[in-house]
């Protein structure tokens, strides 16, 4: 289990950084969506993987060991947290998409830029 | 166990709140609340500076849960500081941001404001590394919003590159509070300082490496070199008074080193104490050095005050590097010095533009502006304190900074670098005033409707008022230092945070 975990996390890793560095928006919050699933992975492994152990400490078993339930509380907020901005980015890329007229990340490119500020003055 | 720690927190939510109810009530309900709200932020950060004045450690437990299992919040003196010089500034800019209308361009200007003043003092109190996460996401989520307040292509272009790098930024966040959770067990800063004193050698590499992506995390907060791009173009871009507000922001990421690895590695850390001082001396002299490049190559004023923004915080790196008390008095004096001053010049930057018209801020001769003496005054007084020229603060804060950097090795490097792009941004500044001010175009040679607005008297009492703090800073130079002095030696007796965090007992109906 732990290479398969290792490798997941390293891939998902790998693409979201090749992602991120693309020069067109979607690309690039995709890379960042596939970053925050290889961080949710990263600190679920934290917590060491176990199998079949109870969630929390169990007083009757009195097992000696247990899985770790504060990396599960940790995952739940970079979740949502995660989520809440990748939607707030999708919005900001459309807009962006919008207003610049192209989905590059640098908006304009650099004749059409100048070109717009001469309009300006 | 007193509540006065957590109102810092809870005051702006609640206002947060309340401004969402008060949509429907108009603009001006709004102005009162938000700004109401702020003026009870400055009183509270007050009484949070003498309550510290005792060297006492205020520890708050949130639900009554002990550390480590809660999460704590902790007011010392630098936290006290840090919210002190968040709500003057966020005075300042609010009352700009009333008087221009700016809170007009959009439909939640003030409860965002709000949010952001609870992620801020959220962040300079807690004491839990994740914790210190979610109070991060609030203020960015929060400082997303108010960067795109109002609208203009530029500022949205300038927004995403913000966004997409903070973004990665959390990332990377996680990942270095995963892989010390991984090997420490805790996540509260006291027991993780406790924790690393008698963690195995074959752990260190881990930690090592985790402290350092941490580090490059509240670089990219404290735009510290190389991760320091995004932020000239977004702060000359914004509206201004979200501009002032946000250099309170670079901040957080010098506060969060200090606090963060001043504390886990501190003096106990063994191995590991103080490992990446180096790191942020080097980098601070490196950011500080393209900063005044940046101030002489900047095609507008709001770039150049932004670059200047940049080179304060740079200074300040440079004093956080050097690792000592002394410097890090003079760190903290500078850092008081650099948040208001540069707040007023970005408010100021935002007067001139306003007041040259269509030929806006940017280093071309324009027409005379309205109340050019006034204005242009002013402006050399700003100038003058925030590139460090006496007799103003900025020349004492950096006096201060190079004589605690006479001990350290790298001494030759740190004067020459701090005194070489020092006369840059002089000669800089110098350069832009004469070129707004003096080389103007006669009156017949701007069309009418190019004209500027005239000076808009009462948003100007912003300007000044924040920049009255830089005489005050020298006329009570003692006291000020006295108090930096105390809160530099709190910082570095991490044993006493160690100990006041976890040994704070629970509240029961004993000792209530």
Redesign the interface.
């Known amino acids: 289990m732990e290479w398969l975990i290792s490798i997941a996390i390293g891939v998902l890793t790998a693409t979201g950084v090749y992602l991120t560095l693309r020069a067109r928006t979607f690309p690039v919050v995709l890379g960042l969506t596939l970053l925050a699933y290889a961080v949710n992975i990263f600190l679920f492994a934290m917590g060491r993987l176990t199998v079949g152990l109870p969630a929390v400490i169990d007083k009757t078993a009195q097992a000696a060991q247990y899985s770790d339930p504060l990396p599960q509380a940790l995952v739940l907020t970079a979740i949502v947290i995660a989520f809440g901005m990748t939607a707030f980015l999708i919005v900001l890329a459309l807009k962006a998409r919008g207003e610049l007229g192209n989905d590059h990340v640098d908006g304009l490119d650099v004749d059409a830029e100048n070109n717009s500020n001469k309009e300006v003055k | 166990m007193s509540h006065l720690t957590a109102w810092p927190v809870f005051l702006p939510l609640i206002a947060g709140f309340i401004l969402i109810l008060a949509h429907m009530g108009g603009i001006r309900l709004q102005r009162v609340i938000s700004f109401l709200t702020v003026i009870g932020l400055v009183l509270l950060s007050m009484a949070l500076i003498s309550a510290t004045s005792s060297d006492q450690y205020q520890v708050y437990l949130l639900g009554n849960w002990t550390a480590p299992f809660g999460i704590v919040l902790v007011l010392d003196r630098l936290s006290a500081l840090m919210v002190l010089i968040t709500s003057l500034l966020a005075v300042g800019a609010l009352w700009y941001a009333m008087t221009t209308d700016t809170d007009k361009k959009g439909a939640h200007f003030h409860i965002l404001f709000q949010l952001q003043l609870f992620g801020l003092n959220g962040a300079f109190l807690t004491g839990d590394v ?1 914790n210190l996460f ?1 109070f991060f ?1 609030v203020l960015l ?1 929060a400082s ?1 919003g108010l960067l ?1 307040h109002g ?1 203009g ?1 530029l500022r ?2 300038a ?3 913000y ?2 790098i903070n ?2 930024g ?2 990377l966040f ?2 270095a ?3 010390l ?2 090997v420490l067990g805790t ?1 509260n800063i006291a027991d993780m300082a406790a924790k690393i004193a008698v963690a195995p050698q074959e752990d260190l590499g881990v930690i090592a490496a985790a402290g350092l992506l941490l580090l490059v995390v509240f670089g990219v907060k404290a735009a510290m070199f190389p991760l320091y791009l995004w932020m000239p173009s977004a702060y000359a871009n914004t509206s201004a008074p979200v501009a002032a507000l946000f250099a309170i922001m670079t901040k957080v990421g010098i506060y969060s080193i200090i606090r963060v690895h001043g504390t886990i590695f501190g003096s106990e850390a063994g191995e590991l104490s103080y490992f990446y001082a180096p790191w942020v001396l080097g980098l601070g002299l490196v950011t500080l050095f393209l900063a005044a490049l940046g101030v002489m190559a900047a095609r507008g004023l709001r770039e150049q005050v932004a670059y200047l923004v940049l080179a304060s915080v740079a200074t300040l790196l440079i004093g956080v590097g050097l690792m000592s008390p002394a410097a890090l008095n003079a760190t903290l004096y500078y850092l008081i010095h650099s948040t208001l001053i540069a707040g007023a010049m970005f408010l100021l930057a935002d007067v001139v533009l306003r007041g040259r018209g ?1 030929y806006q801020d940017r280093f071309e001769s324009g027409p005379f502006m309205p109340n050019a003496i006034l204005i242009g005054s002013v402006l050399m007084i700003g100038a003058i304190a925030m590139t460090g020229m006496p007799p103003l603060s900025g020349f004492f804060g950096k006096v201060l900074i190079l004589s605690a950097a006479l001990d350290d090795s790298w001494f030759a490097a740190i004067i020459t670098v701090v005194l070489v792009s020092g006369l840059i941004t002089i000669l800089s500044m110098a350069r832009s005033g004469s070129l707004i001010f003096y080389k103007t175009l006669s009156d017949d040679a701007v069309l009418p409707s190019d004209r500027g607005e005239p000076l808009n008297r009462m948003a100007f009492i912003a300007v000044i008022g924040l920049l009255l703090s830089s005489p005050v800073l020298v006329i009570f130079a003692q006291p000020i230092t006295a108090f930096t002095e105390a809160t530099a030696h709190q910082v570095f007796n991490s044993t006493a945070y160690i100990e006041a965090v976890l040994s704070t007992p629970m509240v029961t109906e004993a000792n209530k």
Do not use: D
Request: aromatic content about 14%.
């Open positions: 994740f979610v996401e989520l997303y795109l609208n292509r949205t272009k927004g995403l590159h966004v997409v973004l990665v959390s990332t996680l990942f509070v995963g892989a959770y991984g996540l269509a």
